[in-house]
Nanobody, 121 residues
Framework: QVQLVESGGGLVQPGGSLRLSCAAS????????MGWYRQGPGKQPDLVAK???????DYADSVKGRFTISRDNAKRMVYLQMNSLTPEDTGVYYC???????????????WGQGTQVLVSS
């Protein structure tokens, strides 16, 4: 059983900044990839940013140069620093963590409950 708890969302004016945090807990043996997604049309949320266990990063074109994803493996946390925010960044952001369960070593794919980001003047 793996749980993700997100925080850091809220209302911010255009040009402002927010830092999202996501903490993973439960029966975790190891964590592979971590990422942030925003809900859009279709079944799969849209990728905002992801980071591999080796530290390689991938960003949506719309956020490159403005957002930075990072992780703290010891704390089992992933962060998204969002700068120069625009109204187009508005949405519900979901944390995603992929890894392996303790004991069984089977794969898990966990999602947070979502945190709202509203960019508006």
């Amino acid at each position: 059983q793996v749980q993700l708890v997100e925080s850091g969302g809220g209302l911010v004016q255009p040009g402002g900044s927010l830092r999202l945090s996501c903490a993973a807990s439960g029966s975790i043996f190891t964590i592979d990839a971590m990422g942030w997604y925003r809900q859009g049309p279709g079944k799969q949320p849209d990728l905002v940013a992801k980071i591999s266990s080796g530290g390689s990063r991938d960003y949506a074109d719309s956020v490159k140069g403005r957002f930075t994803i990072s992780r703290d493996n010891a704390k089992r946390m992933v962060y998204l620093q969002m700068n120069s925010l625009t109204p187009e960044d508005t949405g519900v952001y979901y944390c995603n963590v992929k890894g392996y369960f303790s004991g069984t070593y089977s794969l898990f794919d966990a999602w947070g409950q979502g945190t709202q980001v509203l960019v508006s003047s």
